[in-house]
């Protein structure tokens, strides 16, 4: 009786705005549709469910010939479509399909991203090395070399990456077309028994819900299997897929900023909590600034006065990238320079940079031409 009031006052409380309660309530002799009850429990829920003006939308049993599972709505309008499945797994109740309508602010923003892994890399590779690298990055400073080469790898990846409209994200990729073909087939037979009520129809409906279960623990065991053994080549999907089975998802936010406003997008709640981090940092007075001490007791020819980078320290450096990762701050994906590194055209002779007065200058040395990616 205690757990009853209880239930009754939480549903007294929040049928007072608009809401959507749902749940097995375990009242299964109340007739929804004539709105009439033989026990007092039930007959006491179901003038509660009056009395707050909720519409139940499940007409249809959901546990043998008994509606234990129902939809309360504030508003008839809030919900449609309302359908009972089969049992999900091993439980002997049905499944409720429907439909929830509520109005929402939509982001009509279309937002796209490269598919790199089908990009046109033999085309970037002959784009590049049409380019007079010489000629272009001759007498030019460091920051002025490195904006034109960003420049034509900007112009190379929107030119031969294709882009793709971003959408949500399947949540089965353990399925295979096999298990997909019998979870249909096995629906498909649940709704022929619940149309005939037959016994032959219930034992084939049985036999399908049993292959489809098979199917679905094979087909999980071979898709784990194939993530752990690539996991050396794509460690993302490995820890993605161990990440989804978490009871307890690490999520970050909704924060409240300083003017007592709740924040909900990424990038407001990066700055309110940088903002945060950094308040505790001591501020210095910069109007004072020491005077530092020469401490260089070397030669004048000793000092670090240049910076070569050779194309055999870039190669190593690029062959130790791993292609599936994110692309850096220069916004340059490692895959692309994985792919295009093996270029055998003349691209760019190695650099020195020359450090002069706090800015580098380039000079081009006259050696074996090498690509420059």
């Known amino acids: ?129 049409k380019i007079d690298w010489n000629n272009t990055l001759k007498n030019k400073t460091t920051t002025e070399c490195w904006n034109i080469l960003k420049s034509e790898i900007d112009c190379v990846v929107d030119k031969f990456v294709p882009l793709k409209k971003q959408g949500k994200r399947s949540k089965k990729k353990h399925l295979s077309k096999e298990a997909i073909r ?50 050396k080549h794509d460690s993302k999907s490995f820890y993605a897929y161990v990440r989804s089975k978490q009871k307890v998802q690490d999520k970050v936010g909704p924060l409240e900023g300083s003017d007592g406003n709740i924040i909900t997008e990424g990038f407001l709640m990066a700055e309110n909590l940088n903002e945060y981090f950094s308040s505790v940092f001591t501020r210095e007075d910069i109007s004072i600034l020491p005077v530092l001490e020469t401490k260089f007791e070397g030669r004048e020819f000793d000092y670090l006065g240049q910076l070569i980078v050779t194309p055999t320290m870039v190669a190593m450096k690029i062959r130790d990238m791993k292609d599936n990762k994110s692309p850096g701050v220069d916004g340059i994906p490692p895959k692309l320079l994985l792919d295009c590194r093996t270029n055998q055209h003349t691209a760019c002779n190695s650099f020195q940079f020359v450090i002069r007065g706090g800015n580098s200058s380039v000079r081009m040395e006259r050696s074996k031409p090498y690509t420059i990616i």
């Open 1 to 129: 009786m205690e757990e009853n009031e209880k239930i009754h006052y939480a549903v007294k409380e929040v049928s007072k705005r608009d809401c959507i309660i749902m749940g097995d309530f375990n009242h299964g002799h109340i007739q929804w549709t004539s709105l009439q009850s033989t026990g007092r429990e039930d007959q006491e829920f179901l003038n509660l469910v009056q009395d707050s003006f909720l519409s139940q939308h499940v007409l249809e049993a959901t546990r043998g010939e008994n509606v234990l599972d129902i939809v309360l709505s504030s508003q008839k309008e809030f919900v449609d479509n309302v359908n009972i499945c089969e049992p999900l797994g091993c439980s002997d109740h049905n499944q409720i399909h429907f439909i929830i309508k509520v109005k929402g602010e939509r982001n009509r923003k279309i937002r796209y991203r490269k598919k790199f892994h089908k990009g046109r890399y033999k085309d970037m590779r002959e784009y590049l090395a």
């Open 182 to 231: 019998k979870i249909k087939y096995k629906q498909m037979m649940w709704k022929t028994y619940r149309h005939t009520g037959s016994e032959e129809d219930y034992s084939i409906y049985k036999e399908a819900l049993n292959q489809a279960t098979a199917e679905i623990r094979n087909s999980k065991r071979s898709y784990e299997q194939k993530i752990a053994f690539n996991i």
